[in-house]
């Protein structure tokens, strides 16, 4: 964080590709794009893309747990090897381990679970083009496939990452600010339910700037929400229970 | 990446193998007639080369990085080749995730000995200090969504990538170099030396290319030829057994397969694509 | 390291809720009333820092060793620190051996960018030679018992260990350096910067704090905050949902119990224990 | 395949071992030679020197894949660590892995598999010292192990490896050949059946050459024929089945 | 052994910490010190500092091997990271991995195996620090943590160590004496039935040196077993049978 | 690699038992007699020494290969020595395909142990550059068929293809060093000093040597000592227990074993065989 970026990132309060600090890059969204998922999504948020399939729910292979009770989600974030700068190994970095693990837990709590007991969802994302936020892009992706796949919800979920550049909050950290930023606030929220199901934090944060980053999350959100719906309208009647 | 997908019930094995028997497709495809194409390149931003095919329902996507490499021994004049193919559990309900399973090994073999011996690619451009530093080429390739002919589709996606690629530019500093990649040069393929191969599956004894999921699944027999539309540049006989009248016919079909097939991939490299879709 | 251990009785379940509701808990601590803390360092005399931390009837143990690294590029005025942190089967009736599972890397990396941020640790003067040789930190934190609230015990058991932290001396003979292990001297961290992390856990709509493993395995919600007193240096949600009005509290609430925890840590990680008890 | 031989590959019409272009190494065998499995063969190419063994039809461990209606081949292709020039690791390369597939796919076809529902058949082969023409070598030998278990087969399968020197075919390529020759066409036969069970190809053939090596392949596979059956006669009366 | 140490082992009679040859460290011992296991131990052998606990008996996880007659004992021995004077891998390495093989086969001949079919016994084995004679040190806290789980046992294991330093036949190597002495000969007794439970030798032994090892260690043992007898004592009644 | 292979009838164990009990086994041998022996050296020609070693019907073969490697640090003046030892899947119906499991690594380690004490291979000859560069000796031991006694042939096989094991000469320009395979000169063993080991079995109250798999799958002790026919250079306690008595037994009997053995190796592994016969 304390490394000196290649050009500044805040300049005359325009950040580097031309955005305001609360501005959000174009977030695009494509579902049903892999005909072998029982739901898929393609989620671009500027230049970063990812690709989320959805599998189930279905009879697990034995060797896996499952719950007498109810549905277990798995997720796999990971990220192709042509996606990042440097060529990406593929074997699953302890990064990517930590991040399917949030990304679970921010899924659970919108997925009607107990509707599919001793069965299993596996969500799968696949991160195809790396410009910083690609956890919050992926969950966003993950929770389109979902309901792309007729999988009951409790609402959508929408990823947004805040960031730091010294004082000023930005919203929708690309590369360069997630790489010479000065702090990384990934937050995924249940819009209607006013729910965090997701939230981490890199860097050093006052309580009141996390206060504004939430505020920042939750109003970008709005517009995420929005052609989320709008991507799935037509499809399917999502089922959205309260 | 496990066979068969799932069981075909034999109703429908039976009408499948009697539409075969009469020349005819589900899909109303002749027997060695392939489905619809589309090949879009430069669709990654991260890659330094990339590609993105259709081949039907099967959608695969290819990947092209340069890294600093040291050469091998015995070529020191020659940058360094490392195909990679894997088989991502989001394209196919029973692939699982993990490194490269035996399935996913040998595709990446038939298209490195193709790529290889084609001479398709430069690789003597691709050195930077002989004998010291040379560019290691990563293709990558990523199945998205598997519908049958892997082997196909993949091989398309590699040399569409290829055909893209940019090499970014080295930067030798006394004993020091690094990669610039911000500049980078076109990388100059041999577009006449591009490999395809042509996969046949048996059914009965009727051969058909192209195969979907369900009419792979049902086969009995796969042999690939890879031809640079005028010599052979890999072979690998799958499952089944073939007669050498067969293999005969097999590889001069391909090579006028292959000729036609070119003309129409070169064409769809030629434009980069604005973005990313499915 | 799976969960859940064993399945709580939907009777006990039962008392142990309508308790919480009461603003109660079965050993009669207060919501957010931590269990008996007692921190003891220098108990391993080969980690060149150590500390066992007993929170209630959880036991961690956590084991600084300092070894010759390389920096990375963008950092080479920094030493390296890794952060590891293991779940030997010993420590609970599940945990199997192995390489560290998601639970193990997730509370590894969160300690990883507490420690990072709050600049606790000195990185710069753990250099040798600028870009070329710096000190490895290794932060090995090592569970023995695990009877809930893993992430806390571990935090206080690594910034303890390093409070009791010694670095060998390096020798540096010409291109060579080596670690002379029999000389060594106090590592100088920020104990201002410490940071701390309070780990709260939903049951129903009530929040907890220093959960026994049991209250934990009933948990519906866990969130974690990283502070050294003022600033908030880390943060992660686990399981379930929290509102943004619950996150507010917790932040404001964890920079006070922080302060006061602070104290606490520092008075006992003053002076090294004789040896090592459990 | 462009690298310098140390000695030319062919001069006078000879090869660098004295043979003809389409002249076999010495060809030797012997079956029966491990106790514990139920099939086992060593067979040699010159100095190419494979050990088979075949375990089965049994009953798998659970958590192998075995299918209802017939046997599962599984076969492992290995190098021993001293067998090549430099020490090989034991682990599986990926060269490796192929093999073991290749060689499954040309064995299946001869197995009468639908004998055996639920049960496996173990092939594994060491290749204890290796001068060229291995996988074939390996095919002949795990032909020959099978016929030895007594296992049912339609026909003996033998391999025979093809290559070129400049525009001349040759038959059953050494190390030295491989490592420097123009092209390599490793080939298993259905000998009596006359079927291709493995082909591959490394290297650039015109159509005209693939033939003319198909051609030498079945010529070879003649005599090795032979010399497999007299192998096997007066051990067991060999079940084959048209 | 070759190698030069940096002090001398021995100088009048006297050894690099002032023991005597036959003397044994101050060993301290304590049980019940891990809430969540069914047995565990905390034994030192001066700096030397191993922690076990007992699983079991328990019913074990389908994929583990049991057997119909009689309880399986699994053992893992491991040294903690900072155990040891450079950063200790915790991945197991081959001396790790025959160190609990012989621990295991050690503990078989004592504990009741036939009272548990079909279950396991696991003992887990940390080295906290580690100052030579480790293994033996874990024998003993394994056998104590067995009597703590309440395992009925035929008898106490002790642990000891010896060693040679040019001639003379030392107890209880340290770090020091195990890198720079002429041998090292782990020994593991059970101490009533006067068995021997395991024994392995480094270096290079005349037989009467090995005979006179086993002397020194039987010695070693009884204050060893003393200390155990008296640390279990009114805690439980240890169930021993003879 | 796991025991028991199969289960022994009960009946068939009794039989067993009671011939033991008079001295006798199910082949004629005495309780300490050993099966036939033979050992043929120098059968695989890529290996730069190599044994073929068959104890009954126990295969064992093991090849030493010279390749270049970096002296350890604190021997600065001696080369490396690896054993390895394999089970590969061909050699028992039990034994399955991955890296050496605990038995194979157990073996491996026990002759490691007894060459390296032994001082039969004389590693100070096995330096390049002292401090920089050396020969890495690869033992590599290869179980071919198992029927009981794995340790004892496979120590006859290494310390065989070790008597026929040739070095390639080592070619220094300034600060590269290179093999040349071509130019090779006799590993100077110290034959005096050859370890062997006997295994001791227990079957009731009686020991044996050498055992069947079927022996060594009812035994109830298993002991190991290796000596160079005067001294003890290994011992391993495997299962069951013994009493000093039996030791001492088992340690003075072996020396005279190994004695004689040595004699019957040395001739053995004079000449070496033709080609490769099983």
């Known amino acids: 964080m304390a490394k000196q970026p290649p050009v500044p990132l805040l300049s005359n309060g325009k950040r580097v590709d031309g955005r305001l600090p609360e501005e959000h890059r174009p977030v695009t969204m494509q579902v049903g794009v892999l005909p072998n998922a029982n739901g898929s999504a393609l989620v671009a948020y500027g230049n970063t893309i990812v690709l989320a399939a959805v599998y189930g729910p279905r009879e697990p292979i034995p060797r896996y747990i499952t719950a007498p009770d109810k549905a277990v989600i798995r997720v796999r974030y990971h990220m192709a090897p042509f996606s990042t700068d440097d060529r990406k190994n593929p074997a699953p970095t302890r990064r990517e381990i930590e991040i399917s693990k949030v990304v679970k837990e921010a899924l659970e709590a919108v997925v009607f679970l107990e509707q599919y007991p001793k069965s299993t969802i596996d969500v799968f994302l696949e991160v195809l083009q790396a410009d910083g936020s690609t956890r919050v892009t992926s969950i966003t992706a993950a929770s389109l496939a979902l309901a792309d796949a007729g999988i009951p919800l409790r609402d959508l979920v929408i990823g947004v990452s805040v960031g730091k550049v010294g004082d000023t909050v930005i919203v929708d950290l690309n590369k360069l600010e997630d790489n010479y930023g000065d702090g990384d606030l990934p937050i995924a929220i249940a819009y209607r339910k006013g729910w965090i199901l997701l939230m981490q934090l890199d860097g050093v944060w006052k309580p009141s700037e996390v206060k504004r980053g939430l505020e920042l999350a939750f109003k970008a959100a709005e517009n995420i929400y929005r052609i989320m719906r709008e991507t799935l309208k037509g499809k399917y009647m999502m089922v959205v229970q309260q | ?278």
Do not use: C
Not at chain 2, 9 to 25: D, F, H, M, V, Y
Not at chain 2, 26 to 55: W, Y
Not at chain 2, 71 to 97: C, K, Q, R, Y
């Open chain 2, 1 to 278: 990446m496990s066979y068969p997908f799932e069981i075909i019930p034999s109703l429908r094995r039976e009408t499948l193998r009697r539409l075969i028997s009469e020349g005819k497709r589900p899909d109303n495809r002749q027997l060695l007639g392939m489905r619809d194409l589309s090949i879009r390149v430069g669709v990654v931003k991260t890659a330094d080369g990339s590609a993105i095919v259709n081949l039907g329902n099967t959608k695969v996507i290819a990947g092209v990085k340069f890294e600093l490499g040291k050469p091998f021994e015995d070529t020191p004049n020659e940058g360094n080749l490392i195909v990679n193919l894997e088989t991502p559990p989001l394209a196919a309900p029973t692939f699982e995730p993990g490194p490269p399973d035996e399935n996913a090994i040998e595709i990446a073999r038939i298209i490195d000995r193709a790529l290889r011996h084609s001479n398709y690619i430069p690789l003597r451009d691709l050195v930077i200090i002989p004998g010291k530093s040379v560019y290691t080429m990563w293709i990558d390739i990523y199945v998205l969504n598997h519908d049958g002919n892997l082997i196909d589709s993949s091989m398309l996606a590699a040399v569409s990538a290829i055909a893209n690629a940019q090499v970014p530019r080295a930067i030798i500093d006394g004993d020091n170099v690094k990669l610039d990649k911000s500049t980078k040069v076109q990388l100059n393929v041999n577009p006449q030396n591009m490999p395809l191969t042509v996969t046949y599956y048996k059914i009965d004894k009727y051969l058909i290319v192209d195969p979907t999921l369900e009419e792979e699944v049902m086969s009995d027999g796969r042999f690939t030829v890879a031809s640079d539309g005028e010599n052979i540049v890999a072979l690998q006989k799958g499952s089944g057994y073939f007669t050498p009248e067969e293999v005969d016919l097999m590889i001069n079909n391909t090579i006028s397969i292959v000729k036609d097939l070119k003309i129409k991939v070169l064409e769809m490299v030629k434009t980069p694509a604005g973005s990313l879709m499915l």
